[in-house]
């Protein structure tokens, strides 16, 4: 399984921005690096992927080592919405994703 | 973006009896769907891999008579717990990826299996 490696938990104040890291460092060359966000009793949402270059959606932005070992999810400006356990997964070729154990974001009020 | 609907969202089934979980993708077609299940404040563990028209490939260690999946059409794969035990209460997930090109997963919303 390709192993990313993320906190357990972060805190962020509400309305500053937030830096997730997570570090992938067996990464293949092929390996997209992809980010979901699970709310309690719900399904994983989407939340961006990437490759090499850094990346920017409505949601947030990915930011990609150069040496694509880790990489860091930015949320801009968090919301008590974006509270959520949030995983960096590796997208296998086979289009398997193998879920770590996440960081749990608590946005403190 | 694309959508994935599973039912039953909740699901409550006595010890023995087998019961049916639907996962569909509404708006695109999915050569291949995966079933997770989640344990309370823990991960998501990938079950299996289901491709349409052909048998599903099982994660190591999960028993594949004991959940039974079929990948009949694009658009719809079903996950069968046989015989259930109280063990095998649990959130499971699917997830479906489009035929082609686009990589992200879209996951369903969960079902919740209560085994009395």
């Known amino acids: 399984d390709a192993k990313t490696t993320q906190p357990n938990s972060m805190e962020s104040n509400e309305e500053e921005p937030v830096h997730l890291p997570c570090n992938h460092s067996?990464?293949?060359?092929?390996?997209?690096i992809h980010w979901y966000r699970q709310l309690p009793s719900q399904g994983p949402e989407y939340v961006i992927h990437?490759?090499?270059s850094n990346v920017n959606n409505r949601m947030a932005s990915l930011a990609i080592a150069e040496d694509r070992k880790s990489s860091t999810l930015i949320l801009h400006r968090a919301t008590l919405r974006d509270a959520a356990v949030y995983y960096c997964i590796l997208r296998v070729p086979g289009n398997q994703f193998y879920f770590g154990t996440g960081t749990s974001l608590t946005v403190i009020p | 973006g694309a959508v994935v609907s599973q039912h039953p969202s909740r699901v409550i089934c006595k010890s023995g009896t087998s019961v049916k979980i639907e996962c569909r993708s509404l708006?695109?077609?999915?050569?291949?769907m995966f079933w997770y299940r989640q344990f309370p404040k823990k991960s998501l563990m990938l079950m299996a891999t289901?491709?349409?028209?052909?048998?599903?490939?099982?994660e190591q260690g999960v028993e594949k008579d004991k959940f039974l999946i079929n990948h009949a059409s694009l658009t719809l794969s079903t996950l069968t717990v046989t015989s259930a035990h109280p063990e095998d209460s649990s959130f499971y997930i699917c997830?479906?990826?489009?035929?082609?090109?686009?990589?992200?997963?879209?996951f369903g919303q969960g079902t919740r299996l209560t085994v009395v």
């Open positions: 990437g490759l090499t």
């Open positions: 997830s479906a990826v489009k035929a082609q090109g686009i990589t992200e997963a879209f």
């Open positions: 708006d695109f077609q999915a050569t291949t």
């Open positions: 289901s491709n349409e028209g052909s048998k599903a490939t099982y």
């Open positions: 067996t990464i293949s060359g092929t390996d997209y």
